[in-house]
C-alpha cells in the first residue's frame, strides 16, 4: 500500500483507531486494578507508575523511531549501562557541576548511536547483527569502565535529576513528559519525521522521491543512542550509583512497548503516543500484579498473556477497518 | 559446536605445550580455576584471593570465566584435563550441569575442589559457605529487633537460582521458629537494585505502615528498597537486612540506613581453597569439608571487616 512519502498521511485516522484499541485495553486493565485493590487509583500511585515507566518509555521512544524506518535497535539496554557508568565516574560530590556528567553520559550515547547508524549506513549488514554487536560491546565497555564494580558516592545534584521533585512531581515525570512531546514533535511535525515513515514504508521508493536515506538513518540510530544515554543517567541517578549491569534485557521492555503500542516491526508506522501507551500498560500491569501480591513466577506468565491479547485486539480493531 | 571442541583442544595442545617446555626448568604446580562469572563481584573477589595465595605459595593458577554457562564450564575442566593441571577449582554454575566437570577431572585422577556453591557429585573437597546459613543469621536479627513479632517483607533473588533457592529456605525456618513473625508478601527483585525500587515503592503504596522489616536476598536490592523507604519517609520505622556486605552496604550499615548485612568472606573463600588444592596434590591432610562462617554486620563491627 505505501509507495510514497504522502503514505503517512492516509495512514492518519488508522493509527488512530489503533490506539483507541490499545486505550481500550490500558482502561480496561486499570478498571479491573482499581475494583481489586483500593491502593491501585490513588494520585501516590499514579507517580509511582510514572516514575517507574519513565525509564522505559525513554527508550522505547528511541527505538520507535528506529523501528518507523524498518530498523531495530538491540544495544539501548547496554547504553543505558555505559552511559550510566560514565556519567556516574563524573558525578562524584565535590568534583565536576552537575551538567558534566551529564553531557558526557549523553556524548556517549550518541557516539554509540552514531556507530550504530555508521554501521548500519555503510555496510549490508542487518541492524539486526550491527546493534547485537554493539550490544556486547557496549556491556563490555560498562564492566571496563567500572572494573566490574557499581560506581557509587554520588553528588547530591546528580541525585536530584532521577530521585527528586519539583513542585511536588518527580523528576522523572516532568522529563517523561517533555521528551515525550519533542519525540511526537519530531515524528509528526518535522521533515525528519515525515521522512522515517517514508523510509520505514518503502525504502526503494524514497530513495527514488529523493529522501537522503543515509541521513535519516544516521539520525534515528544516534536519537535512539541520545534517549538511551538519557535513561542511563536518569537510572543512575534514581539508584545512586553506576550499575555495570544495569539495564539487561531492557532492550526487549522498550521493543515490547513499541510494538503494543503498534509500531509495526515492518516498519512504516507507529505513533509516539502508542509507545507512550504501550509502556504505560506494561508498568501498570506489574505496578498492579506487586499490588495483589501474585507470585513471581505468574507474574511473567500474566505480563505474557495481556501482551499477546493488547496485540490481538489492536489487530482485529485494525483488520476490521481496513 | 565441533569448531569450538577442534578449538578448545587446539587451545589445550598449545597451553599443555607451554607448560611442559616450562617443566623442564623448576617443577611449578600449575592450578585451573573456572568462575561461575567474572562479572560477579563476589566472585571476582574470590578470584583475587585466589591469585594472592597462589603467588605466595608460588603455584601458577589459571583462571578461566564460564560466564555463567555449565556447559562451557564443563568445557573449560575437559580443557584443563588435557592441560594436565595438578589440581582444579570449580566454582560451579548448577548444582546439575555442571557434575560432569566433576566426574571428568576424578577420572583423570586430578584432584578437583568446589568452591562457593555445590554440585551433586561429590569433588574431592569442598569449600564455601552454607547460604541458608546467611539467611537465617539476617532473619534471626530481624526477629530480635521485632520481639519475635512484626510484619515482614521478602525480596527475593532470581527465582530458582542456588542461592536464591538456599536463602529462602533459611528465611522459611526462621519464621518458623517464630509464630509471631508474618510474612507479608515475597517477590523477586532479580538481585537488582532498579528493580528492587520499584518493587519497595509498590509495596509501600500495598502495605504502607504496616511494613516492619524487609529481608532482601542480596545487599543491591536492600540498596533499593532503602532508597525508596527514605523517599517515603519510612526508613526510620523499617528494619532492612540484605546479605552479601559489598562496600555500598556497609557504607550504607555505617551511615545506619541499612540496619545489617551478613559478611561472605570472599578472600577467606578463595585463599583455603587454594590451601586444600595444593594439601590435595601433595597428598597431605586435608578437610573434605572447609565451611567459612557468615558474620553478622551491623553498626557496631562495620569498621572492623577483614578486606
Known amino acids: 500500500m505505501e509507495n510514497n512519502v504522502l503514505t503517512y498521511r492516509a495512514a492518519g485516522p488508522l493509527l488512530s483507531l489503533r490506539r483507541y484499541g490499545l486505550l481500550l485495553a490500558f482502561l480496561a486493565v486499570c478498571i479491573g486494578l482499581s475494583l481489586t485493590t483500593p491502593r491501585f ?26 523501528i518507523i524506518t524498518g530498523g531495530i535497535d538491540l544495544s539501548v539496554g547496554s547504553v543505558v549501562a555505559v552511559s550510566g557508568v560514565v556519567a556516574a565516574s563524573f558525578a562524584h560530590p565535590d568534583t565536576y557541576p552537575v551538567i558534566v556528567p551529564v553531557v558526557v553520559g549523553l556524548l556517549t550515547g550518541l557516539a554509540f548511536g552514531a556507530f550504530n547508524g555508521f554501521v548500519v549506513t555503510s555496510s549490508k549488514v542487518p541492524p ?49 513528559i517533555a521528551v515525550f512531546a519533542l519525540c511526537a514533535v519530531i515524528l509528526r511535525k518535522t521533515v525528519l519525521g515525515r521522512y522515517m515513515y517514508a523510509v520505514g514504508g518503502n525504502e526503494q521508493a524514497s530513495r527514488a522521491s529523493g529522501v537522503p536515506l543515509r541521513t535519516v538513518k544516521m539520525a534515528v540510530y544516534t536519537l535512539c543512542g541520545g534517549l538511551a544515554a538519557l535513561s542511563g543517567i536518569l537510572l543512575t541517578s534514581r539508584i545512586t550509583t553506576g550499575q555495570p549491569n544495569a539495564g539487561l534485557s531492557f532492550e526487549l521492555d522498550a521493543i515490547t512497548a513499541a510494538i503494543i503500542g503498534g509500531t509495526s516491526t515492518s516498519g512504516g508506522t507507529g505513533t509516539m503516543t502508542g509507545t507512550l501507551l504501550g509502556a504505560l500498560l506494561i ?11 501474585v507470585s513471581s513466577y505468574y507474574q511473567q506468565v500474566v505480563m505474557g498473556v495481556i501482551i499477546i491479547g493488547a496485540v490481538v485486539l489492536d489487530s482485529l480493531n485494525q483488520t476490521k477497518k481496513a | 559446536m565441533k569448531k569450538h571442541v577442534l578449538l578448545a583442544a587446539f587451545a589445550a595442545f598449545c597451553l599443555a605445550g607451554c607448560q611442559s617446555s616450562e617443566k623442564g626448568g623448576a617443577q611449578k604446580l600449575v592450578i585451573g580455576a573456572t568462575m561461575l562469572s567474572m562479572q560477579n563481584e563476589f566472585i571476582v573477589n574470590v578470584n583475587d584471593a585466589m591469585a594472592k595465595k597462589a603467588e605466595a605459595e608460588g603455584v601458577e593458577l589459571i583462571t578461566v570465566d564460564a560466564e555463567r554457562s555449565a556447559l562451557k564450564q564443563v568445557e573449560q575442566v575437559e580443557s584443563f584435563i588435557a592441560q594436565h593441571v595438578d589440581a582444579i577449582l570449580l566454582n560451579p554454575c548448577e548444582v546439575e550441569a555442571s557434575s560432569p566437570a566433576v566426574a571428568k577431572a576424578l577420572a583423570a585422577h586430578i584432584p578437583i575442589i568446589n568452591v562457593n556453591s555445590e554440585t551433586s557429585t561429590q569433588p574431592t573437597a569442598f569449600v564455601g559457605s552454607d547460604d541458608a546459613e546467611s539467611a ?172
Not at chain 2, 209 to 222: H, L, R, Y
Not at chain 2, 262 to 271: D, T, Y
Open chain 1, 41 to 66: 487509583l490513588t494520585w501516590q500511585n499514579a507517580t509511582i507508575i510514572l516514575t517507574q515507566v519513565s525509564i522505559n518509555a525513554l527508550l522505547a521512544f528511541g527505538v520507535t523511531f528506529v
Open chain 1, 128 to 176: 539486526f547483527i550491527v546493534t547485537l554487536g554493539t550490544m556486547t560491546i557496549g556491556r563490555g565497555l560498562a564492566l571496563i569502565l567500572s572494573k566490574g564494580r557499581p560506581v557509587s558516592n554520588l553528588s547530591d545534584a546528580f541525585n536530584f535529576l532521577g530521585g527528586g521533585k519539583v513542585l511536588g512531581v518527580p523528576m522523572l515525570i516532568w522529563i517523561l
Open chain 1, 283 to 293: 508498568g501498570v500491569i506489574s505496578n498492579g500484579l506487586d499490588l495483589l501480591n
Open chain 2, 136 to 307: 537465617r543469621i539476617a532473619m534471626k536479627f530481624i526477629a530480635d529487633k521485632l520481639g519475635g513479632k512484626g510484619n515482614i517483607l521478602m525480596m527475593q533473588g532470581y527465582m530458582g537460582q542456588a542461592a536464591q533457592l538456599k536463602r529462602e529456605q533459611g528465611a522459611k525456618e526462621i519464621l518458623k521458629q517464630y509464630p509471631g513473625l508474618t510474612l507479608l508478601a515475597s517477590q523477586t527483585g532479580e538481585w537488582d537494585r532498579a528493580k528492587a525500587l520499584s518493587l519497595m515503592e509498590n509495596w509501600i503504596q500495598s502495605y504502607g505502615s504496616k511494613i516492619q522489616a524487609v529481608f532482601c536476598q542480596n545487599d543491591e536490592m536492600g540498596m533499593g528498597a532503602v532508597k525508596a523507604l527514605t523517599d517515603a519517609g519510612l526508613k526510620n520505622k523499617v528494619i532492612v537486612v540484605s546479605i552479601d556486605a559489598i562496600p555500598d552496604a556497609i557504607q550504607a550499615v555505617k551511615n545506619g540506613t541499612l540496619d545489617a548485612t551478613v559478611f561472605q568472606n570472599a578472600s577467606e573463600q578463595g585463599a583455603k581453597a587454594v590451601e586444600t588444592a595444593i594439601k590435595a596434590i601433595k597428598k597431605q591432610a586435608f578437610d573434605k569439608q572447609t565451611l567459612i562462617p557468615f558474620q553478622l554486620v551491623t553498626k557496631q563491627n562495620a569498621d572492623k571487616l577483614p578486606q
